[in-house]
């Protein structure tokens, strides 16, 4: 596991978590905006990015790591804690470990409830079609096709357009494996979740699966003070991957209150 850092190390701390398949740079556009004022840590999960030789384990070894690495080098403690997808679930996982560990959470699009018809379909489809969704043709093909499928705003600037053509084609099908197996198929939402001080928002796209609005009940149901917000003709996880701006100043208003 890797961690980049944005702004002072002294200023309160925020950790953003991206989602499986993705790396570190899901969130660059909101850690610079945000180490104007706090220090922003992006940790680049086993298996993705810069790290993808390393075998991803689970939610619960990357929580672990997680962990060292918030008592190490933040005092134990972190103001903000966010995570999308699979980062999303981390979150979750890391919260009920440590009922202090953070004042604020952002929880977006992530699924705390094994689904494992789900995750069988989603293993299967890997297996098939491999060459189809990450060889290094496939991801060209899919950066060319967004402006076809997505509005302006939502499009990678030039940035990250080269992140993603060097990290995605050298995503193992181990680490997707692994993902959906856990991440999918086997976590549970720990009730020790229930003594979190964190505050807690839970976001998901209008158009996402019933597992994912579901999920959020769960975690309200456990924190009754958590929020949730539901993003309006949106997908998964588009406010934290392709819209910062909005990502922001939701954020940002979460903050502050």
Same mark, same amino acid.
């Given at each position: 596991?890797?961690?980049?850092?944005?702004?002072?190390?002294?200023?309160?701390?925020?950790?953003?978590?991206?989602?499986? %398949?993705?790396?570190?740079?899901?969130?660059?556009?909101?850690?610079?905006?945000?180490?104007?004022?706090?220090?922003?840590?992006?940790?680049?999960?086993?298996?993705?990015?810069? !790290?993808?030789?390393?075998?991803?384990?689970?939610? =619960?070894?990357?929580?672990?790591?997680?962990?060292?690495?918030?008592?190490?080098?933040?005092?134990?403690?972190?103001?903000?804690?966010?995570?999308?997808?699979?980062?999303? =679930?981390?979150?979750?996982?890391?919260?009920?470990?440590?009922?202090?560990?953070?004042?604020? /959470?952002?929880?977006?699009?992530?699924?705390?409830?094994?689904? *494992?018809?789900?995750?069988? #379909?989603?293993?299967?489809?890997?297996?098939?079609?491999?060459?189809?969704? #990450?060889?290094? $043709?496939?991801?060209?093909?899919?950066?060319?096709?967004?402006?076809?499928?997505? *509005? @302006?705003?939502?499009?990678?600037?030039?940035?990250?357009? @080269?992140?993603?053509?060097?990290?995605?084609? $050298?995503?193992?099908? !181990?680490?997707? #494996?692994?993902?959906?197996?856990?991440?999918?198929?086997?976590?549970?939402?720990? @009730?020790?979740?229930? !003594?979190?001080?964190?505050?807690?928002?839970?976001?998901? %796209?209008?158009?996402?699966?019933?597992?994912?609005?579901?999920?959020? =009940?769960?975690?309200?149901?456990?924190? *009754?003070?958590? @929020?949730?917000?539901? /993003?309006?003709?949106?997908?998964?996880?588009?406010?934290?991957?392709?819209? *910062?701006?909005?990502?922001?100043?939701?954020? !940002?208003?979460?903050? =502050?209150?």
């Amino acid at each position: 596991m890797n961690f980049h850092e944005f702004g002072d190390a002294a200023a309160p701390h925020i950790m953003l978590i991206h989602g499986g %398949g993705n790396a570190w740079w899901n969130y660059l556009r909101q850690a610079r905006a945000l180490a104007e004022r706090y220090h922003v840590i992006l940790p680049t999960l086993d298996g993705h990015g810069e !790290e993808y030789a390393a075998d991803y384990q689970s939610t =619960q070894a990357s929580a672990d790591k997680l962990m060292a690495y918030i008592e190490e080098r933040c005092g134990g403690r972190l103001f903000a804690l966010g995570g999308v997808s699979l980062g999303g =679930q981390i979150v979750l996982e890391l919260l009920s470990r440590k009922p202090e560990l953070a004042e604020k /959470a952002i929880v977006d699009g992530s699924v705390c409830y094994p689904r *494992p018809a789900m995750a069988r #379909f989603c293993l299967a489809a890997v297996g098939l079609c491999w060459g189809l969704m #990450f060889s290094e $043709r496939a991801c060209r093909f899919q950066l060319a096709a967004m402006p076809k499928i997505l *509005p @302006e705003k939502m499009l990678y600037p030039e940035e990250l357009r @080269e992140h993603y053509l060097r990290d995605m084609p $050298r995503l193992r099908k !181990e680490t997707l #494996f692994a993902i959906y197996r856990t991440y999918m198929a086997d976590y549970t939402l720990k @009730e020790s979740i229930r !003594e979190t001080k964190a505050q807690i928002t839970y976001w998901y %796209g209008e158009k996402e699966m019933r597992c994912v609005k579901k999920s959020a =009940q769960m975690v309200k149901r456990c924190v *009754p003070s958590c @929020e949730i917000y539901e /993003a309006k003709g949106y997908n998964h996880g588009y406010l934290s991957i392709y819209l *910062p701006d909005e990502w922001l100043a939701l954020a !940002e208003a979460f903050f =502050q209150r």
